[in-house]
């Protein structure tokens, strides 16, 4: 396996080897069907098994029970922005939304488009290098729900207690973070993530819904933007992106063989820990932009003295194979997206890079 690299993209984003061999073994024969998964019908015995499989064991790391239902959907979370509100901000309501990022913004301006959002609180003028203390946060008790963003990936903040939010439902976007840790679950009513961060690649988005809330949807929405009629079909309403669903089954598999969300923290917390040991430990040469008590396990964001240390850096650590470390553009720098699926390895790697180039250049 030596050609491959230790990838730091943001997303689409590195997937587990293991995974990746499984796929590749049974790409021209799914389980004795003669034919790829790609190629089965979505309507076929075996693929209906996929989705159930993948829907009960989403359901079982996540520990929730009968009250909740999981969507495979697709438009990416960028989709849910919009049917988030056009499913539970009916007209007269409000919705309170948490501002800690780009992604978040993005979500505040689609419910503005169908109906009244309020900003609770946002770090914007701290350009979300932290997340609003709890005092910051001014909630509305009859808000139709408070959205959040459990990870943002372009700032390298994480929330490590989740908002207080009463009886309002709590929605969270927890595209690149999911399944990272444990996390309190039955807090939230519903939270949405796209694959290609944490569950595998591009092309399907993962809902977990509480079944109450299925009620609330009004019948008036095109079906294909109704949350209850996905449900109703387990997801099978139309055509799904049928391998991306089969490789989410996959990485499920594979986080479940690894210990679960518990042993994925470990993991995670031991991997990130490498990073910013490089950044503190480099007396001032490596700046990390996130508030340290908001520091992210998934994205490590970090800047060098310069412009032109920053790129003889991507430069030097693509000659040791460590790619994708190009900071996004609002942030500038770098960042290093560790998600599950990078290993302990790449980690170490990287934080040895970082010191070897701090010793040569600061
Ligand atoms: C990547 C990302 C998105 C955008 O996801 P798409 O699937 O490309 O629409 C939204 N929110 C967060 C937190 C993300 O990290």
Redesign the pocket.
């Known amino acids: 396996m030596s050609e491959r690299v230790y990838n730091f993209n ?2 689409p984003s590195t997937l587990p080897l293991a995974v990746l061999q499984q796929a590749q073994a049974e790409l021209l024969d799914y389980k004795g069907t003669g034919m790829s998964v790609m190629e089965l019908s979505h309507r076929s015995k075996e693929f209906e098994t996929i989705v159930h499989h993948a829907e009960a064991l989403f359901k079982k790391l996540a520990g929730v029970g009968d009250e909740f239902r999981v969507l495979f959907l697709q ?7 919009a049917l988030v509100p056009l499913n539970f901000l009916s007209a007269g309501a409000s919705a309170d939304y948490i501002i800690t ?1 780009g ?2 913004q ?2 505040f301006e689609e419910a503005q488009k169908t109906g009244r959002a309020r900003v609770a609180a946002t770090t914007a003028a701290d350009n979300f290098r932290r997340l609003p203390s709890p005092q910051e946060i001014s909630l509305s008790p009859d808000a139709a729900y408070v959205h959040m ?6 700032y390298g903040t994480q929330w490590h207690s989740y908002p207080e939010t009463g009886n309002v439902p709590l929605i969270a ?5 999911i399944f990272c840790r444990p996390f309190e679950t039955g807090r939230f009513s519903l939270i949405y ?5 944490n569950l595998g690649p ?1 092309g399907v ?1 993962v809902v977990l819904i509480r079944k109450s809330l299925l009620e609330k949807v009004p019948q008036t929405l095109p079906a294909m933007l109704r949350y209850d009629l996905h449900a109703a079909n387990d997801s099978l309403y139309n055509t799904p992106p049928s391998f991306s669903l089969y490789m989410l089954d996959l990485v499920l598999r594979w986080i479940q063989e690894q210990g679960g969300l518990a042993a994925m923290a470990r993991h995670n917390e031991e991997k990130a820990a490498y990073i910013y040991r490089a950044i503190d430990q480099s007396g001032g040469f490596y700046a990390g932009h996130a508030a340290k008590e908001d520091r992210s396990l998934m994205n490590v964001t970090f800047r060098l003295p310069s412009e032109e240390l920053e790129k003889a850096f991507l430069a030097g650590a693509a000659s040791r194979r460590l790619i994708g470390l190009k900071g996004h553009r609002s942030v500038g720098g770098l960042r290093a997206s560790v998600y599950n699926a990078m290993s302990k390895e790449g980690c170490l790697s990287l934080a040895d890079f970082m010191e070897e180039f701090r010793r040569r250049n600061g």
């Open positions: 943001p997303g438009g990416g979370a960028s989709l849910q922005f990022g992604f978040a993005k979500a963003t459990s990870n943002n990936t372009l976007d927890m595209s690149s973070d993530a796209g694959a290609q961060k591009a988005t």
